[in-house]
């Protein structure tokens, strides 16, 4: 399926690939998870002994960074469903379009 449109600059053509957005936002979406889930199971960060101030100070650190690449990551994921959304509704669309084209005489 290949569908064609303009933009809001006359004379500027965009061709779109349903297909290659379909695997696209897949592959962000596994990228998006494996970031959310990429320290999970890594040994944290050490204090180097018991007992040293450090050690509450990478704690806090450890569990910043987690949160962060978890809520990155799950962007990352919203991201690729996205762009599957946007190619369902291209496909749709031209569907749509076929549809009617269809039914007109020849």
């Not at 297909?19 to 897949?26: A, D, M, N, S, T």
């Not at 799950?74 to 991201?79: A, D, L, M, P, S």
Request: positive net charge; charged residues 15%.
């Amino acid at each position: 399926m290949h569908q064609q449109g303009s933009t809001a600059q006359p004379g500027v053509e965009v061709a779109v690939q349903p297909e290659q957005l379909h695997r696209i936002g897949r592959s962000v979406g596994d990228h998006g998870h494996r970031v959310a889930s990429g320290l999970a199971g890594l040994p944290g960060l050490a204090a180097p002994a018991p007992g040293w101030a450090a050690g509450a100070a990478l704690g806090a650190l450890e569990a910043a960074v987690q949160s962060w690449t978890a809520r990155l990551g799950g962007r990352i994921t919203q991201t690729g469903e996205a762009v599957r959304s946007a190619a369902r509704s291209y496909e749709s669309a031209d569907a749509r379009a076929a549809t009617r084209l269809s039914g007109l005489p020849r």
